[in-house]
């Protein structure tokens, strides 16, 4: 039997160029692998496909669950190359985020997804578990989190928000939402263990923190006439009460959560009220700032000592370059890709997800035709056609890259995975393969056929076959009425 080397693509289903070829036919796998990062070994396999048997070769039993899931795959679409593939990951950082505070959609639709992400051959899964519309995870240290701003009226973050951000207790008439117990985030971060998927919790801070100081007045600011700032966004970075609370929680969420990496947020604090405390005016003092915005950055600091003293590192939005960030902190470019450059320029280990590509909460075709959304048009093409490794940045400190997927007009679990899939896919293809293995006609088909697996399987897609031209040309911007539109696939 002629013996073909191929190279399967983030789908596992059709050849592509070979990253690395053995030098002659016989090549042991552990040869073959040798130049790879230790961590490109861990998720490496080798398929041979004989007439009646096939061998699979891993140096983990990761790889061979990668293996796995490319013969699934293969499986699934009736296909049975020849030869030999022989695979593994371009980037260590394969992520998905889902926002559980502004939708609460519960266990089964995590697991749900988690079992879709294995299929792509994703490997992270990011938790937003609070943020000013509700916490999501119990916490024994500070129970009225949850008893007090797990529910609210209103059933979309809309509607709550135009009733003037009214929380309620579980037995309110007519109050939604929810929380995790830990108990269910234990057995969650276990059963994404056994598919290779690592579970990374954010606890959001300063900002987007509006239920905290409603669970918890002491951490907001204190104005000269000793009355607390009352519904304030952010924390206060002056008081000692805050970092008693966060540092309770941190310790809490890091014995549930074995990830080496813990995200802080950071992103999108106002800093309105701190200019008017007399905690953050007495803190300034003692560290000798002269701004306010100072204080995110002592914030950021204080708390990434407590989580390093903990063993594990902080990831933060971009935002946390601003005011100084240890060495250590993986920072998160979500503002476009410059955040991403600037940050491996300092040294900084980066996960890419822009919010021009990586935002599924965006259009993903016309306004017309498709559900109220946020923002540009990201297609499924254009979200394929992004490169995380963008111009000027370190190549040696790109993590990854990650989709986000934010819930404030996307309360069902069926709208999630409508705007989850197929754009899912193209990133699971940036992610896994090179961009010189890219092209995007060969992947359209791939995931078209992809997607009737997953909607046999009872996920709520995209429909592809009704995309419309514009969708279908990758244009980011919705074109004036009467512009022609290029359509080359």
Known sequence: MKLIIILAAALGLVPAPVKHTPEKDGTSFKEAV???????????????FYEKRIK???????GRFRAQKTLEQLELLGERPEGTIFDYPRLRHRGLMLDESRSFHGIEFLKKQIDAMALLKLNVLHLHLDDSAGWRLESESYPDLTALTAWRMGYTYHEWEAGRYQ???????????????????K????????????????????????????????????LPDGRLHTGAWDLCPGNEATYRLL?????????????????????????KTWSQCVNCARRMQEEGYTEVKQLQGYLVRRIERFVAANGRRIIGWDEILETGVPQNAVVQSWRGSSGGVRASAQGHDVI???????????????????????????????????EPLASGMDANHLLGVQANLWTELIPTSEHAEYMLYPRLLALAETAWTPASAKEYK??????????DVLRARGYNTFDMDTESDLARSGLQRFPPEGVPIPIDD
């Open 34 to 48: 040798a130049q790879l990062e230790p961590w490109q070994q861990e998720e490496a396999y080798r398929i041979t």
């Open 56 to 62: 699979v070769e891993a140096l983990t039993p990761q």
């Open 167 to 185: 929380f309620a207790k579980a037995d309110t008439p007519g109050a939604s939402g929810g929380y995790y117990t830990k108990a269910q985030m």
């Open 187 to 222: 057995e969650l971060v276990a059963y994404a263990a056994g598919r290779y998927i690592t579970i990374i919790p954010e606890i959001e801070m300063p900002g987007h923190s509006m239920e905290v100081g409603y669970a918890y007045p002491q951490v907001l600011c204190e």
């Open 247 to 271: 540092e309770a929680v941190l310790k809490e969420v890091m014995e549930v959560f074995p990830s080496p990496l813990i995200h802080i947020g950071g992103d999108e604090a106002t800093m």
């Open 352 to 386: 890419m997800s822009p919010n021009t590509h990586c935002y599924f909460n965006y259009y993903q075709d016309l306004i017309r035709k498709e559900p109220k959304a946020v923002g540009e048009l990201v297609s499924l093409r254009f979200a394929y056609g992004y």
């Open 442 to 451: 060969g992947f359209r088909k791939r995931a078209r056929a992809l997607v």
